[in-house]
T-cell receptor, first 114, second 112 residues
């Protein structure tokens, strides 16, 4: 039973390009969380999604950032017109149900904007 | 302000010493999770505590959930260099619905 799969592991983008980060949740999990982490800091909540629905996007910047979790396929975190400040590790977690259950993390995507 | 306050932020100790990490909140949680993260990797779930006052042991690690379900602690006995990492507590406060929030973490370094 595969765990949470994120790809790519490392992504380099030039300023102004788009970054697409993918997350395939664990089998049977229908809830996905995205978090952002800077070096030696904790995890900052970005967005919480169920299949085809955004439940809570209060941690996501209003501009340039979007997320989706379609009925089929992985969840996508999309960052348009990237800037240097977007450089960070982005982690995805999944859980089988939303409330008070454990979340299991992928290995993250390290985005570097040059 | 952090919904979950972790302390200390950083801890550097010698192999064999004991330590305790704290996770506090003014909110009530139905459960709290503890994760450990190594550099370059994603967080790995260590334990979930559910019942107020609950104590769970995982080898040399002891986790406790406060009676009021607002705080938790992680105690490590005879720390080893392999315990080095970032320890994170997390949970879904009752007023936040299903949003899973994290503390800022405690960076633990165990020197041999």
């Amino acid at each position: 039973n595969a765990g949470v799969m994120q790809n790519p592991r490392h992504l380099v983008r030039r300023r102004g390009q788009e970054a697409r980060l993918r997350c395939s949740p664990m089998k049977g999990h229908s809830h996905v969380y995205w978090y952002r982490q800077l070096p030696e800091e904790g995890l900052k909540f970005m967005v919480y999604l169920q299949k085809e629905n955004i439940i809570d996007e209060s941690g996501m910047p209003k501009e340039r950032f979007s997320a989706e979790f379609p009925k089929e396929g992985p969840s996508i975190l999309r960052i348009q017109q990237v800037v240097r400040g977007d450089s960070a590790a982005y982690f995805c977690a999944s859980s089988p149900q939303g409330s008070n259950t454990e979340a299991f993390f992928g290995q993250g995507t390290r985005l570097t904007v040059v | 302000t952090q919904l979950l306050e972790q302390s200390p932020q950083f801890l550097s100790i010698q192999e064999g010493e004991n330590l305790t990490v704290y996770c506090n909140s003014s909110s009530v949680f139905s459960s709290l999770q503890w994760y450990r993260q190594e550099p370059g990797e994603g967080p790995v779930l260590l334990v979930t505590v559910v019942t107020g006052g609950e104590v769970k042991k995982l080898k040399r690690l002891t986790f406790q959930f406060g009676d009021a379900r607002k705080d938790s602690s992680l105690h490590i006995t005879a720390a080893q260099p392999g315990d080095t990492g970032l320890y994170l507590c997390a949970g879904s406060p009752q007023e936040y619905g299903n949003k899973l929030v994290f503390g800022a973490g405690t960076i633990l370094r165990v020197k041999s």
